[in-house]
């Protein structure tokens, strides 16, 4: 059962302190005594008040602990003590209710409004202050309960570490910064046991961005993840895993950004033949820029302090933060469909940032001395804002950008009237944006037809705001340093993302060489998007299909403009997660439909539900498995549920009368089910008198490319699924954090598997039962897996978008009979390393064509 956060021992009635500092240890001991807290968590509470005035106004104090010293707090509880007689919180202050909060989360932020509200009703508060009945105190703060992971946390031993626990150490070349963490997050909040990471000294609770954020956990360091309560150990897995996938994404990013380094590093920069002033800075995004500077000058904004009623003052507090939090829900999902999905996780998490308790509670705070809701909110933002800078960590101050940022947009809904900067220039084109610092908000609403470039005072090159404008294409330099600033507005400038330079006063021979060397460099990079555009085909002519792997229909035209042909692979799962019941067939049918009209005619694979395994659904209420990668996921699971499959396949059969589809079934182990679900279909189709669509199945599992043979006769294509069936191959779980590394689906024994499997399908095609073989796996989208595979008789190969372009071009660049001395190499090595040095081959000139 949930426990609340204030209960009756936690009550203490008639105290008499003699000084804020007892008064603080009184509360202090009911939470060690209600086991909520370490006895060293009282110092924090003590310490706290040393850099914050906790009490909020009518006799009311609210002292808690420090986030670096959460790691103390073994379950979240506030203690009450109530002083009739008052005591003296600070000069001309005296307290008779004391609230300490010992909060692991944001558990507590409804007792922190109520708390703000009840400010108001002085003669509940006085009643309060003497009442012999704690359950008046209980009563009138309505309190919440406490979510189970609270309650779950045994009161044990209070220790740094949770029982249960891994080391990891940190791998993301940037550290953690806020999109993983993020990711962290929404993974331990899953689960109802307590989940902690410690660096070092310094632990936080790993359902809290901030208290992540602020371990300042950089590559190379050692973490220590625990665990505690019932499903402590499915947390502590799930973590793991989500930990480890992120791993390849921070990689790439973090090689997106060196490459950039290096092209720019490695091109000679334009140079102007006469001396024109210059600023030199650090390059952020490559390409050449030339337009009219516009210098964004930051505002100061002047927040007045226009004190209202504390109630009316919290509410619309409340209210702003609900509808920002919305909106940067709103722009992470519109930026992730017009930039990119990491850019749009910055948005997510800075709206996780606005619900960090320290913050509400400082707004609260102000409010309740006196102060409007627009300035205690300001001042509240500035003042985290500016702890988070001054620790010298690049990573934290990177984060304050994000809180100022989010801070920004808060401020704008709680006083529209104040010219709040940001947003969109006024008129103008061909702009050369020159400020202080840009906001990630100010840089994914930028619009691309007005602006040409940005340019820096501060920031670095790993910043959102970075990290944005590479992905926009904008060449872009940061760190110019302030006289970036002095610049005068308006002037003709020449911005070299790749020299990292800004040149202005220029005479026209130069501005005339410097638009030749930008057309130059633009009819080079259009050369290379023109390639990716181009089908894949080997030099004697053998054509291989290049489809990307998208989820959802507002990812199409993206996946299409990085040169994806169709769609070989749409996971259905994303429809039935972070949700509370199962999506209805016009919901899917809807999203199916989208997919088809997105697509034009192009091929698109669906991929019915993948549930099981690594990915849960609580509202299914499925089954605890021992085992759950052998245990009842994917087509078995739908075989067992009518409810999922019937209305799945209907929506898509529906989809069907649409445009073109075909249909998957994932982990496939045997023809009796391959034969059971095209009965389904085939039933399906003829109520909904739909068009017969192609039936695949994905080989995943060893039996299934053992079979490839007998399975062929009843499939129309196979698209194998390297990820699974290498776990499957080598028995190696693919979330595994220590095997990881060994499970490379470069091994040739998987290797041999897809052989098997493809000489299967050639068997059935010959027989004149014809099935293609695709991959959709990680291995597609490996430019030597994706030859090795094409030597071995793949023809489709469905990959990530990011991974086309490279794809293609190893694939244009060698014969068929290259790509099938390099399958037999592969094949016959006897472990993945070997395979792997077969990659120096693909370059060697003496074998590929030109
Ligand atoms: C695979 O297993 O290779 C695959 C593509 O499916 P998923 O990663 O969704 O399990
Ligand atoms: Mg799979």
């Not at 910064?177 to 790993?206: C, M």
């Not at 006469?274 to 927040?303: D, E, F, K, M, Y």
């Not at 990812?555 to 429809?575: H, K, S, W």
């Not at 034969?675 to 068009?691: D, F, H, K, S, W």
Request: some cysteine; overall charge negative.
């Amino acid at each position: 059962m949930p426990e609340a956060l204030i209960r009756p021992e936690l009550v203490q009635l008639g105290a008499a302190p003699a000084d804020k500092t007892a008064a603080i240890r009184q509360a202090g001991q009911l939470l060690v005594a209600a086991g909520c807290i370490a006895p060293a968590y009282v110092q924090s509470l003590l310490a706290r008040e040393q850099t914050a005035n906790t009490y909020l106004g009518s006799g009311v104090a609210i002292p808690h602990g420090q986030i670096a010293d959460r790691h103390l707090i073994e379950r979240t509880g506030i203690a009450v003590l109530q002083v009739p007689g008052g005591v003296e919180w600070n000069a001309g202050q005296r307290a008779t209710l004391i609230f300490a909060i010992a909060a692991q989360s944001d558990e507590h932020l409804a007792l922190l409004r109520r708390l703000t509200r009840l400010l108001q009703d002085e003669a509940t508060l006085q009643k309060l202050a003497c009442t012999a009945d704690a359950g008046d105190i209980l009563r009138a703060l309505e309190l919440p309960a406490a979510p189970a992971a609270a309650a779950d946390a045994a009161a044990q031993a209070p220790a740094a570490d949770y029982a249960q626990g891994f080391d990891w150490r940190m791998p993301y070349p940037n550290g953690l910064h806020a999109r993983p963490a993020q990711q962290w997050v929404e993974t331990a909040r899953r689960f109802a046991a307590s989940v902690r990471v410690r660096n070092g000294q310094e632990a936080g609770d790993a359902k809290n961005l901030m208290a992540l954020l602020q371990l300042g956990i950089a590559h190379g360091q050692t973490l220590h993840v625990s665990a505690q309560g019932d499903d402590a150990a499915a947390a502590l897995a799930a973590l793991q895993g989500v930990m480890n996938r992120l791993t390849a994404a921070e990689e790439a990013e973090a090689e997106k950004a060196r490459q950039a380094k290096a092209q720019a590093a490695s091109r000679s920069a334009w140079q102007p033949a006469g001396q024109p002033p210059s600023l030199q800075g650090i390059s952020a995004s490559p390409g050449l820029a030339i337009g009219t500077l516009r210098v964004r000058r930051a505002a100061n904004i002047a927040v007045p302090d226009r004190p209202a009623p504390l109630a009316e003052g919290a509410d619309a507090l409340d209210e702003a933060l609900a509808a920002t939090r919305a909106e940067l829900l709103q722009l992470a999902q519109d930026t992730a469909a017009r930039i990119g999905k990491a850019e749009g996780g910055i948005f997510r998490a800075q709206a996780e940032l606005l619900g960090d308790t320290g913050l509400i509670a400082q707004a609260c705070q102000r409010m309740a001395q006196g102060h409007g809701a627009a300035w205690s909110w300001h001042e509240a933002v500035q003042a985290a804002a500016g702890q988070l800078a001054s620790v010298g960590s690049p990573l934290l101050a990177a984060r304050a950008a994000d809180l100022r940022d989010a801070g920004l947009r808060v401020l704008r809904k709680l006083a529209p009237e104040l010219d709040v900067p940001g947003g969109q220039e006024q008129g103008g084109e061909n702009l050369v944006i020159a400020a202080a610092d840009l906001t990630p908000s100010d840089t994914a609403a930028l619009d691309l037809r007005q602006v040409a470039g940005l340019c820096t005072a501060q920031g670095g090159p790993s910043s959102h705001t970075a990290i944005i404008a590479r992905t926009l294409g904008l060449p872009a330099v940061v760190a110019a340093g302030g006289a970036l600033l002095d610049v005068p507005d308006g002037q003709t400038v020449v911005l070299d993302g790749d020299g990292a330079r800004l040149y202005w006063g220029l005479d026209e021979a130069d501005l005339q060489s410097a638009r030749q060397w930008r057309d130059a460099q633009q009819a080079r990079a259009r050369e290379i998007a023109r390639l990716a555009l181009q089908p894949a085909a080997t030099q004697d002519g053998v054509r291989v299909e290049v489809a990307a792997n998208v989820n959802r229909p507002e990812q199409v035209p993206a996946a299409l403009a990085a040169g994806a042909e169709g769609v070989g692979l749409m996971r259905t799962e994303f429809l039935y997660l972070e949700r509370d019941s199962a999506p209805g067939e016009d919901e899917q049918c809807e999203t199916y439909c989208g997919m088809v009209r997105e697509l034009a005619g192009r091929p698109l694979i669906i991929r019915t539900l993948d549930i099981g395994g690594d990915k849960q659904v609580p509202y299914l209420n499925l089954p605890h498995e021992e085992n759950p990668f052998l245990g009842i996921r994917g087509s078995r699971l739908m075989l067992r549920r009518p409810d999922l499959l019937e209305p799945q396949l209907r929506a898509i059969y529906r989809a069907a009368k649409t445009g073109p589809l075909s249909i998957m079934f994932p982990m496939i182990t045997s023809l009796a089910e391959l034969r059971e679900l095209r009965a389904e279909c085939e039933r399906i189709r003829q109520q909904l008198n739909a068009p017969a669509v192609p039936i695949g199945i994905m080989v995943e599992v060893p039996a299934a490319a053992v079979m490839a043979g007998q399975l062929a006769l009843h499939a129309d294509f196979f698209s194998i699924g390297t990820n699974d069936l290498t776990q499957y191959v080598l028995a190696i779980d693919r979330q595994h954090p220590e095997l990881a590394r060994e499970a490379d689906t470069l091994h040739p024994a998987v290797l041999r598997m897809i052989q098997r499997t493809v000489q299967g399908a050639q068997a059935a095609t010959q027989a004149g039962r014809p099935c293609w073989v695709g991959v959709c796996g990680g291995l597609a989208g490996d430019p030597l897996g994706a030859a090795i595979l094409t030597g071995l008789g793949v023809r489709e190969l469905s990959m990530s978008q990011r991974d086309i372009a490279p794809v293609k071009a190893a694939l244009r660049a060698c014969d068929s009979a290259l790509l099938a001395e390099l399958a037999q190499l592969a094949l016959d090595s006897a472990d993945a390393d070997s395979v792997r040095a077969l990659a120096a081959r693909l370059q060697a000139p003496r074998q590929v064509k030109r």
